[in-house]
Nanobody, 126 residues
């Protein structure tokens, strides 16, 4: 599975960005898909995700009400709409996919994924 992100950039505080991620494979509909971020000097953390088999969505508390994850299965694409951005959102954002059988795990956990993109930088200026 090939994973590729796009859509990062520089935005002022209060602004919005939409990230896109395409993942190859014929069973995309059933993938767990997650967005993660890693700020300078910080560990990678889960931001938003779809659980396995096109199921529920989950968000980190820090982004609830501001970020929205969505997917277009016809395009093998998952999106992250980010609104009301603040400087604390500055990070490299990564998309991840998992094509294994449903594991019942935590789709916000980095350990659940076996395919990762290279990342796209998001910088929020104050």
């Amino acid at each position: 599975v090939q994973v590729e992100e796009s859509g990062g950039g520089l935005v002022q505080a209060g602004g919005s960005l939409r990230l896109s991620c395409t993942a190859s494979g014929s069973t995309f509909d059933y993938y767990a898909l997650g967005w993660f971020r890693q700020g300078p000097g910080k560990e990678r953390e889960g931001v938003a995700c779809f659980s396995w088999n096109g199921g529920n969505t989950f968000y980190a508390d820090s982004v609830k009400g501001r970020f929205t994850i969505s997917r277009d299965n016809a395009k093998n694409t998952v999106y992250l709409q980010m609104n009301s951005l603040n400087p604390e959102d500055t990070a490299m954002y990564y998309c991840a996919a998992d094509d294994s059988d449903y594991s019942g795990g935590d789709c916000l956990s980095t350990t659940e994924y076996n395919y990762w993109g290279q990342g796209t930088q998001v910088t929020v200026s104050s």
